[in-house]
């Protein structure tokens, strides 16, 4: 694993672009592993402006994001589903909706909806590049502390940190949902290359504790220390915090 500091959010968004970017040329039938929240806000601006200029064709790549809220309409304004329309699928043409998957957070049985998601997962093979951020608690995807390494893709509870730090994208701290469909920590591992996001004060308690390279379940993160192509980018703010 590598930490490289790129100074800042838009310095790392454009990197990011850039990869994604190759990987497409490379394999226009590539699967990207694709994350959301605040730390990918200007990476998806970025990586549409790069498609446009080299005028890519996407329509054989296939998209993988690692999670969405239970209970949540895919329509609804703070779904995943919404969050990835908006920053990117709907600012390109050439996505196929056939092509794009996201959990879906209203099955009707959402243990199936894991089951089903990790089954495509291993039908569609190994993403060629996975994109993640990182928790205040060390979590990536909404895998919590705890969660074993084995885990995949399935209905998890949110921890009472998460739901604060989620609340800001709510108008009522009440109307975060408390449990999300994940990908799972051994479905995250499958990539065959990732790379890491973390921006701010608020992570870097988290990065600290990655760079230790001490590996345990109570940093789901640190499961990354076991992938041979793992790159962390990082800010200005948190590098200098590191040393």
């Given at each position: 694993m590598?930490i490289?500091?790129?100074?800042?959010?838009?310095?790392?968004?454009?990197y990011t672009?850039i990869?994604l970017?190759k990987?497409?040329?490379?394999?226009?039938?590539?699967?990207?592993?694709l994350a959301?929240g605040?730390?990918?806000?200007?990476l998806?601006?970025?990586f549409?402006?790069?498609l446009?200029?080299n005028?890519v064709?996407?329509?054989g790549?296939?998209t993988f994001?690692l999670?969405?809220?239970v209970?949540l309409?895919?329509?609804?304004p703070?779904?995943?589903y919404t969050?990835?329309?908006?920053r990117?699928?709907?600012q390109y043409?050439?996505?196929?909706?056939?092509?794009?998957?996201i959990?879906?957070?209203?099955?009707?049985?959402?243990v199936?909806?894991?089951a089903r998601?990790?089954?495509l997962?291993h039908?569609?093979?190994?993403?060629d590049?996975?994109?993640?951020g990182?928790?205040?608690?060390g979590h990536i995807?909404?895998?919590?502390?705890?969660?074993?390494f084995?885990?995949?893709?399935?209905?998890?509870?949110l921890?009472?940190?998460?739901l604060?730090?989620?609340s800001i994208h709510?108008e009522?701290a009440d109307?975060?949902?408390?449990?999300?469909v994940?990908m799972?920590?051994?479905s995250i591992?499958r990539?065959?290359?990732?790379?890491l996001?973390?921006?701010?004060?608020?992570?870097?308690?988290?990065?600290r504790?990655l760079?230790?390279g001490?590996?345990?379940?109570e940093l789901?993160a640190?499961?990354?220390?076991?992938?041979?192509?793992v790159?962390v980018i990082?800010?200005d703010?948190i590098?200098?915090a590191?040393?």
């Amino acid at each position: 694993m590598n930490i490289y500091n790129l100074k800042d959010k838009s310095t790392a968004s454009i990197y990011t672009a850039i990869a994604l970017l190759k990987t497409i040329k490379n394999n226009p039938q590539a699967i990207l592993g694709l994350a959301t929240g605040s730390t990918m806000v200007e990476l998806y601006p970025q990586f549409t402006d790069l498609l446009r200029a080299n005028q890519v064709d996407v329509s054989g790549v296939h998209t993988f994001n690692l999670d969405e809220y239970v209970g949540l309409e895919a329509t609804h304004p703070q779904s995943y589903y919404t969050y990835m329309h908006e920053r990117l699928f709907n600012q390109y043409e050439g996505w196929q909706e056939s092509n794009i998957h996201i959990p879906n957070g209203k099955s009707d049985e959402a243990v199936d909806e894991g089951a089903r998601y990790e089954q495509l997962l291993h039908e569609m093979g190994r993403p060629d590049i996975q994109i993640l951020g990182i928790g205040e608690n060390g979590h990536i995807g909404f895998n919590e502390p705890g969660t074993s390494f084995e885990s995949t893709t399935s209905i998890v509870d949110l921890t009472p940190s998460t739901l604060h730090a989620n609340s800001i994208h709510f108008e009522h701290a009440d109307d975060v949902p408390k449990q999300a469909v994940s990908m799972g920590l051994s479905s995250i591992m499958r990539a065959e290359r990732i790379i890491l996001l973390a921006f701010g004060e608020k992570k870097i308690d988290a990065i600290r504790r990655l760079a230790t390279g001490e590996i345990s379940e109570e940093l789901p993160a640190s499961i990354l220390h076991r992938h041979s192509n793992v790159e962390v980018i990082v800010d200005d703010v948190i590098f200098k915090a590191l040393h």
